[in-house]
T-cell receptor, first 115, second 113 residues
Framework: AQSVTQLGSHVSVSEGALVLLRCNYS??????LFWYVQYPNQGLQLLLK??????LVKGINGFEAEFKKSETSFHLTKPSAHMSDAAEYFC?????????????FGPGTRLSVLP | GAGVSQSPSNKVTEKGKDVELRCDPI?????LYWYRQRLGQGLEFLIY????????KSGLPSDRFSAERTGESVSTLTIQRTQQEDSAVYLC???????????FGPGTRLTVL
């Protein structure tokens, strides 16, 4: 079965600083990996995903994540934080088609952006 | 096209009553998921439907919880004899098939008094 860990339930950065949200996964077969964002009082939105191909994937709002198989990681980064980035971020893993069905979400990391 | 919709958006009920939550997935999506999100916490998987296959009920917390899906359309999540600990936002998501991107509905906020 697959699992996801997110290091740091709460991360604070200053506006303009680098954002780094950590995600590590475990999976017995090659996974699909996702980052979702939940803004205050809103539903979850897909930020970006990795399925196959290029290991560096770019998403909306300037975010990107790199799939590192050797480290079983899929960390989310953004070079310069904006106040509007304050939200809850969830990493998720699922198995590729034909292998299984469950999405497994990490516990989430709350990002605060300080002025 | 239309996204995932859920109804009601808010439900307040008394302890011991039954509630039904509805999810309308995106048309053509064969996979449908239910999650629970307690205040300040992450997503807790409840149940998964894929086409006409038997649903994966491994996340349902007790036998008071059940869900149905008619074909590849509407799903209802039923909670019988509600308890205060059932208070949470219940999220529904659908995807084209298993392993594809999930699209989430706005959720139903359930409050059990």
């Amino acid at each position: 079965a697959q699992s996801v860990t997110q290091l740091g339930s709460h991360v604070s950065v200053s506006e303009g600083a680098l954002v780094l949200l950590r995600c590590n996964y475990s999976s017995s077969v090659p996974p699909y990996l996702f980052w979702y964002v939940q803004y205050p009082n809103q539903g979850l939105q897909l930020l970006l995903k990795y399925t196959t191909g290029a290991t560096l994937v770019k998403g909306i709002n300037g975010f990107e994540a790199e799939f590192k198989k050797s480290e079983t990681s899929f960390h989310l980064t953004k070079p310069s934080a904006h106040m509007s980035d304050a939200a809850e971020y969830f990493c998720a893993v699922t198995l590729r088609r034909g292998y299984g069905q469950n999405f497994v979400f990490g516990p989430g990391t709350r990002l605060s952006v300080l002025p | 096209g239309a996204g995932v919709s859920q109804s009601p958006s808010n439900k307040v009920t008394e302890k011991g009553k039954d509630v039904e939550l509805r999810c309308d997935p995106i048309s053509g999506h064969t996979a449908l998921y239910w999650y629970r999100q307690r205040l300040g916490q992450g997503l807790e998987f409840l149940i998964y439907f894929q086409g006409n296959s038997a649903p994966d009920k491994s996340g349902l917390p007790s036998d008071r919880f059940s869900a149905e899906r008619t074909g590849e359309s509407v799903s209802t999540l039923t909670i019988q004899r509600t308890q205060q600990e059932d208070s949470a936002v219940y999220l529904c998501a659908s995807s084209l098939t298993s392993g594809d991107t999930q699209y989430f509905g706005p959720g139903t906020r359930l409050t059990v008094l």
